[in-house]
């Protein structure tokens, strides 16, 4: 699906942008046929094209778009990260190794980049994992 709509440009080149409904977001169609043509020649995820960051007045951080993929948004809490730069970083790399491993069925710990360590909890509705600090 996303090999087809990168090549959407070549057959329509009044193209301009790509509205991409699951993270609510427009992408540029440059950028869009550059971002998935990378992740498709074994690149990263395009996690800034196909998924959105909102962060909240409290602090914390949640995904949009995320669950299309792999059935759970991403909620960081505000004790992960020390400013939303950080928060980020750190969703962009939980996000790719989301999209590689697949929902999280059960909770989990790992190391965060700066050597501290992270608890992955799943919500109640199972619709979101929930990351604190451990």
Known sequence: ????AASLPAFLPD???FYWPPARSEIEKA???????????GGTFPVPELVSLEHRPDNTLKTR???????????LEASVSI????AARLAGRLISQLVLQGAVECPDR?????????N????A???????RRG
Do not use: C, N, Y
């Not at 790992?110 to 992270?118: E, F, N, V, Y």
């Open 83 to 86: 400013g939303p730069d950080s």
């Open 110 to 118: 790992m190391i965060g980049p700066d050597g501290h360590p992270l």
């Open 65 to 75: 778009g995320l669950a299309f993929i792999t059935g759970q948004e991403l909620e």
């Open 120 to 123: 992955l909890e799943i919500s």
């Open 125 to 131: 509705s199972k619709g979101a994992v929930i990351v």
């Open 15 to 17: 193209i301009h942008s």
């Open 1 to 4: 699906m996303m090999a087809l």
């Open 31 to 41: 950028q869009f046929t550059l971002a998935i043509d990378r992740w498709l020649s």
